[in-house]
């Protein structure tokens, strides 16, 4: 019996260009210490679930959402240093536990919020448990939101 391979599509979560993750501002994203991806600078202000799955953790400062699809873990963290927000300029459409479709509304933000308090307005988009030979990012520069973008690999 041999390995078999399994691909899983993954969208973009929010309209935006979307660039290696070693563009990102922040080394710890832009290093890969908190998993491989992308980075995303965005042009909407909506984050939509990229791929069915089940809704892992909520950042208390709603900035941060961690989900789980199919054994592949990954975080969506909205802006850098919105943590100091502690919430303010985040409307989050799910909870901790739900399960989601691909498309659904996780969460919104305002940029100008964020352009006010001196936040910077990307969107790091990782895998926590996946290495970088398991991702082929199909589309870099403007994506929209719902669009194919990644191609995830993994044994079935």
């Known amino acids: 019996m041999g390995l078999f391979t399994k691909e899983l599509t993954v969208c973009c979560p929010i309209e935006g260009k ?3 993750l070693e563009y990102c501002p922040d080394e710890v994203f832009s290093k890969g210490l ?3 991806g992308v980075v995303i600078f965005p042009t909407g202000d909506t984050v939509y679930a990229p791929i069915d799955g089940k809704v892992e953790f909520i950042f208390e400062a709603k900035h941060a959402i961690a989900l789980k ?3 592949v873990e990954y975080l969506i963290h909205v802006g850098l240093d919105t943590n100091k927000l502690t919430g303010h300029g985040f409307e989050v459409f ?3 536990g739900d399960e989601v479709k691909q498309g659904d509304i996780l969460l919104k933000f305002d ?3 964020l352009n006010a308090h001196h936040c910077i307005n990307v969107t790091p988009f990782v895998f926590t448990n ?7 990012v199909t589309q870099y520069g403007m994506v929209n939101a719902n669009e194919p973008f990644i ?3 993994r044994k079935a």
Request: glycine letters at 8%.
């Open 18 to 20: 979307v660039s290696p």
């Open 151 to 153: 191609l995830i690999e």
């Open 69 to 71: 699809s199919q054994g």
């Open 94 to 96: 799910v909870s901790s």
């Open 34 to 36: 908190t998993g491989e």
């Open 111 to 113: 940029s100008q919020i």
């Open 130 to 136: 996946l290495n970088r030979k398991n991702i082929t």
